[in-house]
């Protein structure tokens, strides 16, 4: 070949060449989205995201190894063979989070380990083909550019554009794909973009490839099953939630950081964040009045109180039954919590619209980042975080969260803590207890039965003993002023325990938590 000729040659297998390039980071990308949405379906559906992701994480990443291992034994017709692998991985991977869901939905509440089975099954089923696609990539890219590319040079071009897929989809994965289309059609979207591929490289190596009719027949085909899957989505989600959650539901949404479901029955509605009961209609004014107001009525006339979490709105309802309540500032996390509160009827009759009340401030972030950032001081102080189920949430209730309300809590302040049940988790709750005292804080604990869960504990910890209040506002189910003295008295399955304070080094709450709750929930 003349020199001449060369360089046309070269630009007639340019596309190709940027084709495959292309192909390693939508590989990587759907690759990482598989694994991340195994993880969130694993912690919504099973609790304990920490624990969830690092195991979905693992055995993963192992599954990739094993794929990359086989790539080994697929010596001809390697273009043939990653177009099935592409195939496999976006039908297998697409429909993963809608199988998931469906059996989830089908299963009893005690089978957890057939369901543990199927979704580690296809966790290593989608990692070993995974694993399989970067290694074929680059065999092709060697075989048919092998005047341009050195070794090196060929791992360090396929390996970036891995890396920046990665990056890319682990951004856009809880920012934009889960909110705006759900853990299934992310899924499938992801699964079209792997069939995309395939298409992709049918086109391209159409020249070399041995029955170019039938792989152009398992694109199609792979490529109907997942739109047909998309067009039923709304109805899978719906059908398995309404499976799973027993009554109606009303209103779905996925956030950035949990999935939200409101329910509806004659028995009323409830609330579920990942799956967890946050509160029932019928009974959770028992848990509002017992959490808000012994520490409220205790101070006598709070002008500025804190609530920390309790973004559904019904903490603050109780607080601005007191007219000396000047400002309430609620911290809440997840925008999408408080936006649906403030704006659904059925959530806003719950609240009484107090997320619309001209005394309230609504700050959306974290609220560990913002203690530590805020310079501000509260009478009150009501935290109502859910349980430690994780640790992410573990540290809330570490000695330094506890520390920086007590930076916060005014002299003859009070802050009021949920803390779990004392019954159920009765190492738990004296856990908390030590840890609050560890900060120089007095304790008072308390508990209250609220049929939905059981007996359910709370602390009141201030830099003063606590004092029976004189009055409870008017209009009370509940609370009543010659019944509080009972909630501080603990029977002997409840009373206390020698327990080590809960560190943000250690976590142990998170260990003993687990522990304890696991119990009840076995078979």
Not at 291 to 317: K, Q
């Amino acid at each position: 070949m003349s020199a001449s000729a060369q360089p046309a040659a070269a630009a007639r297998i340019a596309p190709a060449e940027v084709a495959l390039l292309a192909s390693v980071f939508v590989v990587a990308a759907c690759g990482l989205v598989y694994e991340l949405a195994a993880g969130a379906l694993a912690s919504y559906l099973l609790g304990d995201s920490v624990l969830q992701f690092s195991t979905i994480i693992g055995s993963y990443l192992f599954a990739m190894g094993i794929g990359s291992w086989l790539s080994r034994f697929v010596e001809r017709q390697l273009i043939a063979q990653f177009l099935r692998i592409e195939l496999l991985v976006g039908l297998v991977g697409g429909l993963m989070p809608a199988a998931l869901f469906i059996a989830h939905s089908l299963l009893p509440a005690s089978a957890l380990l057939p369901f543990r089975v199927l979704l580690y099954g296809l966790v290593l089923l989608v990692g070993t083909l995974v694993g399989l696609e970067i290694p074929l990539v680059m065999r092709i890219l060697k075989r048919h550019f092998s005047q341009r590319y050195a070794l090196r040079d060929l791992v360090s071009q396929v390996l970036t554009f891995d890396y920046l897929g990665a990056l890319v989809v682990a951004l856009a994965f809880p920012l934009l794909f889960v909110p705006q289309l759900g853990l299934v059609r992310t899924g499938l979207f992801f699964g079209l973009l792997n069939t995309a591929v395939a298409v992709w490289a049918l086109w391209l190596f159409r020249g070399e490839l041995r029955r170019l009719r039938a792989h152009a027949a398992a694109c199609v085909a792979v490529a109907g099953v997942l739109l047909l899957a998309w067009a039923q989505a709304d109805r899978i989600s719906t059908w398995a939630e309404d499976r799973f959650y027993g009554d109606s539901v009303v209103l779905r949404s996925s956030s950035a950081y949990q999935r939200i479901v409101v329910t509806s029955s004659a028995a009323g509605v409830r609330l579920f964040l990942n799956g967890n009961l946050q509160f029932h209609s019928r009974d959770e004014y028992r848990y509002h009045e017992a959490l808000v107001h012994p520490a409220m009525a205790a101070h006598g006339a709070p002008r500025r109180v804190l609530v920390l979490g309790g973004g559904d709105g019904l903490a603050v309802r109780e607080v601005l039954k007191y007219p000396t309540v000047q400002q309430v500032t609620l911290v809440e996390l997840d925008p999408q919590v408080t936006r649906l509160f403030a704006q659904q009827p059925l959530l806003r009759a719950l609240n009484a619209d107090a997320l619309h009340s001209p005394r309230l401030r609504i700050v959306n972030t974290d609220a560990f980042g913002w203690l530590d950032q805020s310079r501000e001081v509260f009478d009150v102080i009501v935290v109502d975080f859910p349980d430690p189920t994780n640790f992410s949430l573990g540290k809330l209730y570490t000695t330094s969260f506890y520390q920086l309300v007590d930076q916060h809590l005014a002299a003859d302040g009070y802050a009021v803590v949920q803390t779990t049940s004392p019954l159920v988790a009765r190492r738990s709750f004296w856990t908390v207890a030590a840890t609050i005292e560890v900060t120089g804080l007095a304790t008072t604990p308390y508990h209250a039965h609220v049929p939905s869960f059981g007996e359910w504990g709370f602390i009141i910890a201030s830099h003063r003993p606590w004092r029976q209040p004189q009055a409870l506002p008017a209009g009370l189910r509940f609370l009543t002023l010659e019944g509080l003295p009972a909630l501080m008295q603990f029977p002997p399955d409840m009373a206390r325990l020698p327990a080590e304070p809960n560190r943000l080094s250690n976590q142990l709450l998170v260990h003993t938590f687990e522990e304890e709750w696991g119990r009840v929930h076995q078979p």
